[in-house]
């Protein structure tokens, strides 16, 4: 069984920089993992992913200030955010999907408990 377990949020002031830190359990590829926060309307998520081709893959609002990594030492996927501003007020959520003949099968997607992140003005 995948878990996930996030660590790393906390409280900021704009320009400030953070670093989420996520450990995997029960999983053996690092690959079809991702962090995600709410987005604007209903269900929708935004963040940051790691493909099937262990490649990096970022939505708009979080290009550019947000770097997604693997930690092969731990087991884990780490989330470097820098320019924080308030609308990254979010919870923030570890997530792995299946790798299933060689696709990231996002349905029965895991995710983590999340972690908080507050950037102050």
């Known amino acids: 069984q995948v878990q996930l377990q996030e660590s790393g949020g906390g409280s900021v002031q704009t320009g400030g920089s953070l670093t989420l830190s996520c450990v995997v359990s029960?999983?053996?590829?690092?690959?079809?993992l991702g962090w995600f926060r709410q987005a604007p309307g209903p269900g929708r998520k935004e963040g940051a992913y790691?493909?099937?081709?262990?490649?990096?893959s970022y939505d708009n609002p979080v290009k550019g200030r947000f770097i997604i990594s693997k930690d092969g030492a731990n087991n884990g996927l780490n989330l470097q955010m820098k320019s924080l501003s308030p609308p990254d007020t979010a919870m923030y959520y570890c997530?792995?999907?299946?790798?299933?003949?060689?696709?990231?099968?996002?349905?029965?997607?895991?995710w983590g408990q999340g972690t908080q992140v507050t950037v102050s003005s």
């Open positions: 997530a792995a999907d299946r790798l299933v003949l060689g696709y990231c099968v996002p349905h029965g997607r895991t």
């Open positions: 790691i493909d099937r081709y262990g490649s990096p």
């Open positions: 029960g999983l053996s590829v690092n690959k079809c």
